[in-house]
């Protein structure tokens, strides 16, 4: 048995300024190509979507070749297979009745394989409109304990399709390098396994998203129901009537009761999915950390995360099913496929990796990134990582197992068609 790690890494390029016009040139193209294509396989609402990349391949491959003549041959299939990609993530919140248009392309991000890019430990050699450009890295001095030292300059992890991006406003470009490594984990000697459910809260929409993809209660609603309970309390105390004094003092704290009761049935909901799944821990983001960076016009929802971890918790213990919290940092700005943190990631409640195009919900990414999290730290404490159990965290459509040192990439759900818990996306897409 063995799993694949995979972790993205941003350094920046050293492009030699007589060539930087090259790249941008096959910028220009590569994106004419993901547009193009785009604009032939979107047909909602007349008809279904192309998402697959072989049939778009063969009705506009020969001609993105003869418009973007000098641009190599793997960016046009590359450039192809973004735009059905990102298509077929369009056709998924279609089916969830979300509202979604046609991808644009605009911005400067190209996709690089081993066929148009040759990748060393300290420069990369990338296919342009006018020959290749080698680019140096742009090291730390001391890369011990960076991103750079653990996965870029490791023998142990191997280059994988990458992408360049490019800061305008800096002048620069930057390599996001995809390292991998392949993880033996034959025959291991078991101890206790452990699996993870990760659950996070939210102040608004769902009250809390599981990495399975189960969207529990509505946060909205709370709210509302709160509002509205309160405008109703502050009505009956600026009344001066007998019968309105009598009203306030019998509805008393009324939606506190109610709205306990409604905790303590998501609360039921979460420990029944862990149970589903056979997890051994629940993992929240730290209530504390929460608490700092929801405003102070939030006191409620502050009461209402720690009411339902509270009762998550002893719920759970009558289960077996132990409660730990973890560090939130990056929870919502890290894609749970390949490991890219970036703030830009995400967009609201939609998460899309600018790296390597995951789309998903926000709070579903989130989730499974807090699953992971404490995944990994009951592995590190282990005695004998090498040879100790395995620690899993649940998902939708299965397990995924940490090492000691680093966390399995989610790479085999599929990305094209990972929903959670919606409409199936048959009916708008091919």
């Not at 941008?24 to 193209?29: D, F, G, I, L, P």
């Not at 046009?76 to 392309?105: F, H, M, W």
């Not at 140096?136 to 750079?148: K, M």
């Not at 730290?286 to 971890?309: T, Y």
Request: with cysteine.
């Amino acid at each position: 048995m063995a799993w694949e790690v995979t972790r993205t890494v941003r350094v920046r390029l050293d492009v030699p300024d007589d060539r930087k016009s090259d790249l941008h040139a096959t910028n220009t193209k590569f994106q004419y190509c993901a547009n193009r294509t785009a604009e032939w396989a979107w047909r909602y609402p007349d008809n279904a979507c192309v998402t697959s990349k072989s049939k778009a391949e063969a009705a506009i491959y020969d001609e993105l070749r003869h418009d973007t003549d000098g641009l190599h041959a793997n960016l046009v299939q590359k450039a192809i297979k973004r735009a059905t990609d990102d298509i077929g993530n369009c056709v998924d919140r279609l089916a969830d009745g979300e509202n979604t248009s046609k991808p644009e392309y605009d911005t400067f991000s190209i996709v690089y394989d081993k066929r148009a890019a040759t990748y060393y430990r300290d420069r990369v050699s990338l296919a342009t409109v006018n020959g290749r450009v080698e680019c140096e890295y742009d090291l730390p001095d001391d890369p011990e304990g960076t991103p750079h030292g653990e996965y870029l300059l490791n023998e142990d992890y191997s280059f994988s399709t990458s992408t360049v991006h490019y800061n305008s406003e800096a002048d620069e470009f930057y390599l996001h390098a995809a390292m991998e490594r392949e993880i033996d984990a034959n025959n291991p000697e078991k101890a206790e396994d452990s699996r993870v459910l990760g659950v996070d809260c939210n102040v608004d929409d769902h009250i809390a998203v599981t990495s399975t993809g189960r969207f529990v209660g509505s946060a909205d609603y709370l709210n509302h129901q709160r509002r509205e309970f309160e405008k109703r309390r502050a009505s009956l105390q600026q009344a001066s009537t007998r019968s309105a004094h009598l009203t306030y003092q019998r509805i008393g704290d009324r939606f506190g009761r109610w709205s306990e009761d409604y905790l303590h049935r998501c609360s039921n909901e979460i420990v029944a999915e862990a149970e589903r799944h056979g997890c051994t821990h629940i993992a929240f983001e730290d209530l504390a950390q929460i608490r700092e960076r929801i405003s102070d016009g939030k006191k409620f929802q502050q009461w209402a995360f720690r009411e339902l971890q509270e009762q998550v918790t002893y719920k759970a213990d009558e289960h077996g099913i132990m409660v730990e919290s973890v560090e939130p940092s990056y929870t919502s700005q890290q894609c749970s496929k390949c490991g890219c943190t970036l703030e830009e990631n995400r967009n609201g409640q939609r998460f899309a990796c600018l790296d390597c195009s995951y789309s998903v919900n926000a709070d579903y990414n989130a989730a499974k990134n807090v699953a992971r999290k404490l995944a990994l730290k009951l592995q590190r404490g282990q005695k004998s990582p090498a040879g100790g159990a395995f620690c899993q965290y649940a998902l939708k459509s299965g397990i995924m197992t940490v090492n000691a040192t680093d966390v399995a990439s989610d790479r085999y759900v599929s990305a094209e068609r990972e929903s959670t818990d919606k409409p199936t996306a048959s009916a708008v897409g091919s």
